[in-house]
């Protein structure tokens, strides 16, 4: 089981912007497809963006235009750029690993919790 990392999040106001880390220690990165997730409060975990082995990008509806997912191959690590920040983006952020279903492939970790607010 891996253990991806996150990091990057914090408080931001309404249009600011925040960068979101995913690192991994035991598998690379690169060679699989790899998603940006997140969970509001009462509501359920999202996938928010993809990147497939290819860098192929796909996103929500939601966040088209103002996010982009994106993967460092030297560091292993894979990023979310979240610009135009509203206070609807408020939610614990996680990565995961696509499976061959599409769904998450393991547990989750703790998350990086984003809030936007003035």
């Known amino acids: 089981q891996e253990q991806l990392v996150e990091s990057g999040g914090g408080l931001v106001q309404p249009g600011g912007s925040l960068r979101l880390s995913c690192a991994a220690s035991a598998i690379i990165l690169r060679l699989y497809n790899m998603a940006w997730y997140r969970q509001a409060p009462g509501k359920q975990r999202d996938v928010v963006a993809r990147i497939l082995v290819d860098g192929t990008t796909n996103y929500a509806d939601s966040v088209k235009g103002r996010f982009t997912i994106s993967k460092n191959n030297a560091k292993n690590t894979v990023y979310l750029q979240m610009n135009s920040l509203k206070p609807d983006d408020t939610a614990v952020y996680y990565c995961?690993?696509?499976?061959?279903?599409?769904?998450?492939?393991?547990?989750w970790g703790q998350g990086t919790q984003v809030t936007v607010s003035s």
């Open positions: 995961n690993r696509v499976s061959p279903s599409g769904g998450p492939l393991y547990s």
